[in-house]
């Protein structure tokens, strides 16, 4: 088959493409800024430039190409070729960093996903079925169980990154309703790989244990039984690739790749606590908890960091994945506790979790 | 010394009466006589040990039973076919595994299956003799050999790392040990298959090993501290390992890695930093937890420890380290070859109670200061049971070394003697340390400088140590002051830092067995708390059943 993938250079895409390659699939790439597609433990993906028909077997070629712009700023002849050559889509692009401006989430998760849809729609004689990555955070901020049919709950949001991936969400639904054959797939939080935690893109979790770790914020508004689900990049990207190989099987459905042990907050402090340089972060409920109490240093990481992921802490959703065992089966070879003390060995190894100051 | 063969049946008849109830209605399928007697150590305090085979189907309690007989004293052990027999296949099958596997076994069960190999049969020797084809001498010999050189190459590896965070007592006491060991092996691999340490000093002339090599091993052994640096002397150390064949051992700090330890925990309360260590915890004073605050899993010890600004501060900061690990905190690792298994033990702090020891052989001391008729005392209940039962321990320990010293002495074994003197005073120093609380116990290498630097001991005591800790034994004469020496430092330390203990003498046969009496009024509260018993003078963890029989063992 020949795949167009969508952020190729990103975790999920990177993985995918790696999997899919070796399965003996052409890929091509579309990237934002013509770079080089590197997997998560640094290797790099040899590939060369895609000029329109057909690649052969295994083979990665990459299109400069922007979600932003109508046509996705290809020249319409290679916008035509790519769509009639191309037999599946794999949109992964996103903006996942937090605290950005809002009209960036809806430019590339909202509208970059309509493009996409109108691609995979409009090819003449069929449509390309489409595989989309979603996350689970479109549950919102409602507690209670979510599961792979529940999407409208009314929910509310707690960041712009949610709401634009559940508007976008929203777009593949309706072009599901319109005859798009479609599957979405709901990862939870990416971490490092389940074998030793390698990661190579340190973001949301990284982000704010960075912080709370090295002693720089000590004190989170939060619950100690609310529940984060993180899962390892190898088998979110081994579910993906699923997902894709039994298309049909799994058409029409949302696949969750959620753990089976979500990590209440206390058990994460149980964690930090195993390494000496680690502070723990103490969560303190809400209407109790004010940040202008704070000074300097500590009042300007809170601002600027912490508080973009208030939310998490104090949710408590229930993630389940019983239908997506159909399609994908295995479990994270490593999860909960085991799972979060390899991300966090790995990221003291590699220094970025580090103290900057050694007084306690 | 050999007792001749007629004898000893007569003293095995007498046992076998004396222990109807046991005996009386089943047969052995062999008896054999095992120790020190039957290897052709021992002198005229050696004990009588005599095993008998039993093969009923019925699985005993290793529980000797104690005879005096002919003014000897005499050991029956009744152990059955089966166990034996698991017990050799189990060494049989480690030696086809590798050093690995071997180092595993509990030198409890190599001791027991050397014996058994080494044994004088009094009947029926060709069952014995059937028994001890399933592991055989060559075998065996091997695995002797195997065990001690790993138990070398890990006490030299330890020895490294205390040098390395610039500890250079332990780091003396730690290579002497693993040069000792390494010559254990290597007379092991010559036929001296023997276990006990005390007889090396004999085992060595056996083997006729070099007299030249042996020369500069007793010489590296009895080397004063001032005579040379620590790090010379780990050069010599390292280069006697080597002679004796063990490899794996060297002067590069790098290798000394800082591990984590299952069950430890750091916690911030307010500006303290606080270590959990299963249920003990622990509170670092600043200079500690800035130190503690700087460590990485996996990394070398002197990158943890480096301070840029000055050396004073990274010598702190391994002093800090040191501690660590000695508190059980941290683990010490080998460059890529896992934990040094060499000082497994997480002990502790003395208990903050003032001048005097808190435990003593009959329970807990109430504190002086207080008026109170009840006290809660400054320790979980665990903790003081586990500390008892370690004090006995120690105790006995004592009692032993004096034995083997006094039977040293009369037989002018001086070599003997003045291995048997410094294992009574390290054992005595373990009684000092379980006093304040200092559970687990350091390893015996550990104990001297433990009580030195843990405990208030004055200087004249601190001076008699030191004597019987280095002193060379050139006379009889010599010998008996040392010996004599060495009782003043025992009681001294039995009594540190409070009322003397009861029973007041050690000496008397009723005081000493109303200690051990108080002993089994330990392992009641211990086992009822499911503390951790000593399994041996090494470490690790017994069961009950067995601090019972070490316990029956010592009522002499």
């Not at chain 1, 790989?193 to 244990?209: C, W």
């Amino acid at each position: 088959m020949q795949i167009l993938v969508t952020g190729a250079s990103g975790l999920v895409g990177a993985e995918a493409i790696a999997r899919l390659l070796k399965a003996g699939h052409t890929i091509v790439a579309l990237v934002h800024s013509v770079g080089n597609i590197v997997t998560n433990d640094g290797t790099l993906l040899p590939s060369r430039p895609y000029t329109g028909g057909r690649g052969n077997p295994g083979e990665l070629l990459t299109v400069k190409g922007d979600l932003q712009q109508d046509g996705l700023g290809l020249d319409a002849e290679l916008y035509r070729q790519l769509q009639s050559s191309v037999d599946r889509v794999l949109h992964s692009a996103a903006l996942t960093s937090f605290g950005r401006p809002e009209e960036r989430y809806e430019a590339i998760n909202v509208a970059g996903t309509q493009r996409m849809i109108d691609f995979a729609m409009k090819k003449p004689g069929a449509c390309i079925p489409f595989i989309y990555i979603s996350t689970m955070y479109v549950c919102g901020e409602r507690p209670g169980i979510f599961s792979e049919t529940a999407f409208d709950r009314g929910q509310s949001f707690g960041s712009p990154y949610e709401a634009s991936k559940f508007r976008a969400e929203s777009l593949i639904r309706k072009a599901q309703d319109n005859g798009l054959p479609t599957v979405i797939v709901r990862p939870a939080i990416i971490v490092g790989d389940s074998v030793d935690g390698t990661m190579r893109k340190f973001d949301t979790i990284y982000a704010v244990y960075r912080i709370t770790t090295a002693g720089l914020v000590r004190t989170i508004p939060g619950d100690y039984g609310a529940t984060l689900d993180i899962v390892p990049i190898d088998w979110v990207a081994d579910g993906v690739v699923a997902a894709l190989e039994n298309f049909s099987q799994a058409q029409g459905r949302t696949l969750h790749l959620c753990s089976d042990q979500p990590l209440a907050l206390r058990e994460i402090n149980d964690v930090c606590a195993l390494f000496p340089s680690f502070s723990v972060p103490r969560f303190v409920p809400g209407h109790v908890f004010h940040s202008y109490g704070m000074k300097g240093l500590e009042k300007r990481y809170y601002d600027e960091v912490i508080s973009l992921y208030e939310s998490y802490f104090r949710r408590q959703t229930v993630f389940v994945r019983d239908s997506t065992r159909d399609i994908f089966a295995k479990a994270p070879p490593a999860q909960g506790k085991e799972l979060l003390h390899k991300v966090f060995s790995y990221a003291v190894k590699v220094g970025y979790f580090r103290r900057t100051t050694h007084e306690i | 010394m050999s007792l001749n063969h007629s004898f000893l049946l007569q003293l095995w008849e007498q046992s076998r009466q004396q222990l109807y109830a046991q005996l009386g209605q089943r047969q052995p399928s062999a008896v054999f006589l095992e120790g020190s007697i039957a290897e052709g150590f021992g002198n005229e305090r050696s004990d009588i040990d005599f095993v008998a085979i039993i093969d009923d189907g019925t699985e005993m309690a290793t529980m000797p039973y104690i005879l005096f007989l002919e003014n000897r004293r005499v050991e029956v052990r009744l152990l059955s076919r089966e166990r034996l027999q698991r017990e050799l296949l189990q060494v049989k099958e480690a030696l086809n595994a590798g050093i690995e596997s071997v180092a595993q076994i509990s030198w409890n069960q190599l001791e027991r299956c050397q014996r058994f190999i080494g044994c004088l049969p009094i009947e029926n020797e060709a069952y014995i003799k059937s028994l001890q084809d399933l592991l055989g001498k060559e075998s065996l010999g091997r695995a002797v050999a195997l065990w001690f050189e790993d138990f070398a190459r890990q006490t030299g590896r330890y020895a490294v790392a205390m040098l390395a965070l610039e500890q250079d007592d332990y780091a003396r006491a730690w290579i002497k040990t693993s040069v000792f060991h390494a010559a254990k092996s290597f007379v092991a691999q010559r036929g001296e298959r023997y276990l006990g340490s005390k007889w090396l000093s004999l085992q060595l002339d056996r083997a006729q090993v070099d007299k030249k090599l042996v020369q500069r091993f007793w010489d590296f052994y009895t080397e004063k501290s001032q005579d040379s640096s620590a790090i010379d002397y780990l050069h010599k150390g390292i280069a006697l390992l080597e002679e004796f064949s063990v490899s794996g051992v060297e002067l590069n700090f790098e290798k000394v890695l800082a591990d984590s330890r299952a069950g430890v925990s750091t916690w911030q309360i307010g500006r303290h930093l606080h270590i959990l260590r299963d249920e003990d915890i622990f509170r670092l004073d600043d200079g500690s937890a800035r130190v503690w605050r700087r460590i990485i899993w996996n990394t070398p010890c002197i990158q943890i420890a480096h301070d840029k600004r000055s050396a004073q501060a990274t010598t702190d900061a391994k002093n800090h380290l040191a501690d660590f690990s000695r508190a059980g905190l941290i683990s010490l690792c080998w460059g890529g070859e896992g934990e040094i298994r060499a000082r497994q033990l997480g002990t502790s702090c003395p208990l903050l109670t003032g001048k005097a020891a808190l435990i003593s052989v009959d329970g807990a001391r109430l504190s002086a200061s207080s008026p109170a008729g009840i006290q809660l005392l400054p320790v979980p209940a665990r903790r003081l049971a586990e500390a008892g039962v370690e004090l006995t321990w120690a105790n006995i320990g004592v009692e032993n070394s004096r034995e083997d010293s006094e039977g040293a002495l009369r037989s002018g074994q001086l070599r003997v003697l003045q291995y048997t003197l410094q294992r009574m005073i390290q054992t005595a120093s373990m009684v000092a340390l379980a006093g304040y609380g200092i559970t687990p116990q350091p390893p015996l290498e550990e104990a001297v400088l433990e009580a030195l630097r843990l405990l208030p001991l004055n200087p004249s005591l601190v001076e008699a140590i030191q004597r019987i800790e280095t002193e060379s034994i050139h006379s009889r004469e010599q010998g008996q002051e040392l010996f004599e020496l060495a009782g003043q430092i025992v009681r001294e330390l039995r009594q540190l830092g409070g009322d003397e203990q009861f029973p007041a003498s050690f000496d008397t046969a009723s005081g000493w067995c109303e200690t051990v009496m108080y002993g089994y009024d330990w392992i009641n509260l211990a086992t009822h708390l499911n503390a951790r018993f000593p399994a041996s003078a090494v470490g690790g963890r017994g069961s009950a059943e067995e601090a019972r029989d070490l316990l029956a063992s010592s009522i002499g």
